[in-house]
């Protein structure tokens, strides 16, 4: 029997242990860095399948270590482990039983999946041609556990050849394949600014500075950052995404705070639109004799994908899926994600599975409280990560 026959079987042997699992998983979220429980899980199931497992890196990380037969390069897959604070809506069995707490982006897949990825590795431990590093993180959806964990050495001993990740993607019908050469993601940056103004009554606005029209004019303009400083075939957002202040209807306000996100994919125009940011908002400020607190931080870099990694992943995905299941965007998504960093450090792939179905009515977005996901791509997860890792190891 051939060898991709064989891990077909055993992943329908292992189908619906792994449902079980997704369930048992999306019924407990946790939220970053508190992934507890979750961690337990795993290292319970990695430990039983022979592997050497690690915990707490990262406070919350799990990594298992399985070492094939033969010498080879080392493969290291990763999932992410954290849910949101969002009250699931769905009326499911496996429903949420942490009110307020929700596996609403599929991380609860990308753990099963994994764990699916080593339960058959692990079968093939006598003809495998090099180890497999299995990296379970805390904390994608913020602050971030990539970051933490390489620092903690998760890609070092043995070092890290190649990496491959997934997230589960409910733009796409279950069934296909979303690949992208280069960068998939945005870099992530975020502000904090208060505006500070001059407190005055509502009828003698010329005694203070209005930190509310300071506010509307710095909002205005930084939408003119994009669109009039950027090169416009770049892509790039900037968003406020949340505003507060004044006192009362005949108070001119003294201060307005605002939070916001900054997306961009090009480094350089990364720090470009970083130190526009800065001259619009002191400009306008000192113009009207108020003042400003910035605090402007670097998040997540861009994810970038590495081409011949991608080619390899398209081989598996053109055997496993079909072509005409597989799914190349032109552009990245301005989403971010903290795979970004591992990608920093190690040539990988990042790529999207397909979780969408509208005759199952799965169709809510990510990060909703009807987000739900079809599970049979719990199954072709497991065949890609398998077979691309044996792909890379052929390399
Ligand atoms: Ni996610």
């Not at 994919?265 to 004799?289: D, S």
């Amino acid at each position: 029997m051939s060898i991709f026959k064989e891990i077909k079987e055993i992943i329908s042997e292992i189908e619906s242990n792994l449902v079980e699992i997704r369930r048992d998983l999306h019924r407990h979220p946790e939220l970053g860095f508190e992934e507890v429980r979750t961690a337990k899980v795993i290292a319970t199931i990695l430990t039983e399948l022979g592997l050497t497992v690690k915990t707490g890196i990262a406070r919350t990380g799990v990594v298992g270590l399985l070492e094939g037969a033969q010498a080879g390069p080392v493969i290291a897959l990763r999932a992410d482990m954290d849910a949101l604070t969002i009250e699931e809506k769905n009326q499911v069995p496996y429903a949420s039983q942490d009110k307020g707490k929700m596996h609403a982006c599929g991380h609860d897949a990308h753990v099963t999946i994994l764990l699916g990825a080593a339960m058959v590795l692990s079968r093939l431990k006598d003809r495998l041609p090099g180890n497999v590093k299995f990296i379970f993180q805390p904390a994608e959806e913020g602050p971030g556990g990539a970051k933490p964990m390489i620092e903690q050495g998760v890609l070092e001993n043995p070092p890290v050849d190649r990496i491959l990740g997934l997230h589960v993607w409910l733009d796409l019908p279950a069934g296909q394949v979303g690949l992208k050469k280069g960068p998939g993601f945005a870099s992530v940056d975020q502000f904090d600014l208060l505006i500070k103004g001059k407190s005055a009554h509502g009828a003698l606005p010329h005694q203070g500075v209005d930190a509310i029209v300071l506010a509307a004019q710095v909002i205005s303009a930084l939408q003119t950052a994009v669109s009039r400083k950027l090169d416009p075939t770049e892509p790039a957002v900037v968003t406020v995404g949340k505003i507060a202040g004044g006192y009362r209807r005949n108070i001119i306000a003294e201060e307005v705070g605002m939070e916001g996100t900054v997306r961009t994919v090009n480094p350089a125009v990364r720090t470009q639109l970083a130190t526009t940011f800065k001259e619009i908002v002191g400009g306008i400020c000192k113009a009207a004799g108020g003042d400003f607190e910035l605090d402007y931080r670097e998040g997540y870099p861009t994810l970038n994908n590495d081409d011949a990694v991608v080619e390899l992943i398209k081989e598996v995905a053109t055997a496993v899926v079909g072509t005409d299941h597989i799914i190349e965007p032109d552009k990245p998504t301005l989403g971010g994600e903290d795979f970004a960093y591992f990608l920093e450090r190690v040539p990988g792939c990042f790529f999207l599975l397909g979780a969408r179905s509208e005759a199952k009515g799965i169709t809510a977005p990510h990060h909703n409280p009807y987000f739900d996901l079809d599970e049979s791509v719990l199954a072709l997860g497991v065949e890609m990560m398998v077979r691309s890792t044996l792909r890379l190891m052929e390399e």
